[in-house]
């Protein structure tokens, strides 16, 4: 990693002090403001700050909401409608928040094919990879719980069938079902630690999150073209160049962001979930939020038996496989160039992936009956396939492109 000098010296005697005691203002310095990026980076690089800005907008929101909001069976809907109609500021504050979920999910899923097309995954990135993949799961975990608090049908309903799945696990599933559920069914219990997890797992996230940004700042950056940097020649300080093109990638961001806020901020939930929950009334289609469909289209897509494995504990087995087995991809894909743009073949399977994982995104929310499953079985297989298999053959069988000598020659030309 090339290196920049830090430029900090104290400049008053209360910052002479202040550094002698408690270095943060250098830190801040050395580690954000002069940090030597890349400077080749796109807008794809922009996510990063775009994910820490809906991390503070979901937990600042998120507090507040939860000034007016009251975990129990009997107030829980009501109380959701009392801050959308009588809160003041009540109505954005909530929209803000469930909207946020979603841009949040957009964000991350871009931020995590941005890293499997460009390889950024790749030594000596790994732990920042898997501490990624780590957030992922929290991630997940916390919208899951998030979304059984406003004890809507579907809230109800998801939580039933999700905690359910795990009693498929042989001998202890039972035991850890009611474990979750905090009793025999769904109820004020499992409202109850859902609403404290919920509230949780958040900040436990934003402490991985500084884990992440620790681990990106030993290697530094990869970058479109995934050649390292060699010299100083190949970077720029990170401000104030980087901090105005994140700035401006977040405002971009915010515009679809308040479009939604604004004009349409029920669309991207479903409609069920505007009725109180009742355990007796199971709604037609029970169907997550769009951001876990494509995990929800791989767990119904397993509806046979194999061997002593029956379908629903391959379901579960399959589901959490499509999750772990994002962890091991650096070990997977052992490709000694990084990035897409210079692996022929590579790019293929890289576009077809992205299109298999939105065609599962639409078969979480499809009927599980007639073509869909079929199609389901096949999307999940090539799934697997890609991590499994095609990865590591491509490894071994691919010619990539010539890769530019430096950074600075593919911004500037050979000549430099
Ligand atoms: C709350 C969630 C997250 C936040 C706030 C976050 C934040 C960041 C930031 C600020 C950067 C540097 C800027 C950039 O490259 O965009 C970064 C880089 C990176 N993140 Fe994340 N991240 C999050 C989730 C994830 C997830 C889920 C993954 C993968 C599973 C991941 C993998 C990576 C990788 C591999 C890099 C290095 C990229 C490179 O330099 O090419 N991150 N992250």
């Not at 515009?255 to 037609?284: C, E, H």
């Not at 496989?321 to 994002?326: A, P």
């Not at 499809?366 to 799934?383: D, F, H, N, R, S």
């Amino acid at each position: 990693m090339a290196e920049h000098s830090t430029s900090y010296n104290p400049g008053t005697g209360v910052e002479k002090w202040l550094d002698e005691r408690l270095p943060i203002i250098r830190f801040s310095k050395e580690h954000l403001m002069d940090f030597p990026t890349p400077k080749n980076l796109n807008y794809w690089w922009t996510f990063g700050a775009i994910l820490t800005v809906m991390l503070a907008v979901q937990i600042v929101t998120g507090v507040v909401l939860a000034m007016h909001y009251a975990p129990n069976v009997a107030l829980a809907f009501n109380s959701v409608e009392a801050i959308r109609r009588d809160v003041n500021g009540g109505r954005i504050l909530q929209a803000v928040h469930s909207v946020g979920a979603s841009m949040f999910f957009f964000a991350i899923y871009v931020h995590m094919f941005r890293g499997l097309y460009f390889g950024s995954y790749k030594a000596p990135r790994e732990i920042l990879w898997m501490l990624g993949c780590l957030i992922f799961l929290l991630l997940t975990a916390t919208a899951f719980m998030g979304y059984v608090l406003p004890w809507g049908q579907m809230s109800f309903w998801g939580a039933t069938v999700i905690t359910n799945i795990f009693s498929a696990i042989p001998i202890v599933g039972d035991g850890i079902m009611q474990w979750l559920r905090g009793g025999f069914a769904v109820d004020n219990a499992t409202l109850n630690r859902f609403f404290s997890l919920h509230y949780l797992l958040p900040f436990i996230i934003a402490a991985v999150v500084v884990l992440h940004t620790w681990a990106l700042h030993v290697p530094g950056n990869n970058n479109p073209i995934g050649v390292e940097v060699k010299s100083s020649r190949d970077t720029v300080p990170f401000h104030p160049y980087y901090t105005m093109k994140d700035l401006y990638g977040v405002v971009l961001f915010l515009i679809p962001f308040a479009w939604f806020v604004f004009f349409a901020p029920d669309i991207l939930g479903d409609a069920s979930n505007y009725i109180m929950a009742n355990s007796q009334v199971t709604p037609t289609h029970i169907v997550p939020e769009w951001y876990l469909r494509p995990f929800y289209a791989m767990l119904r897509a397993i509806d046979f038996n194999v061997l002593f494995i029956d379908s629903k504990l391959g379901g579960v087995i399959v589901m959490g496989g499509s999750l772990l087995v994002l962890f091991f991809l650096p070990w997977l894909d052992r490709s000694k160039v990084r990035s897409g743009t210079f692996r022929p073949m590579f790019k293929w399977f890289y576009w077809l992936f992205v299109l298999n994982f939105i065609g599962l995104t639409y078969l979480g929310a499809a009927p599980a009956e007639g073509i869909y499953v079929i199609i389901a079985k096949l999307c999940t297989l090539y799934y697997f396939l890609y991590f499994l298999v095609i990865l590591p053959v491509l490894s071994r069988i691919e010619t990539p492109r010539p890769l530019p000598a430096s950074i600075s020659e593919s911004v500037l030309g050979a000549a430099h």
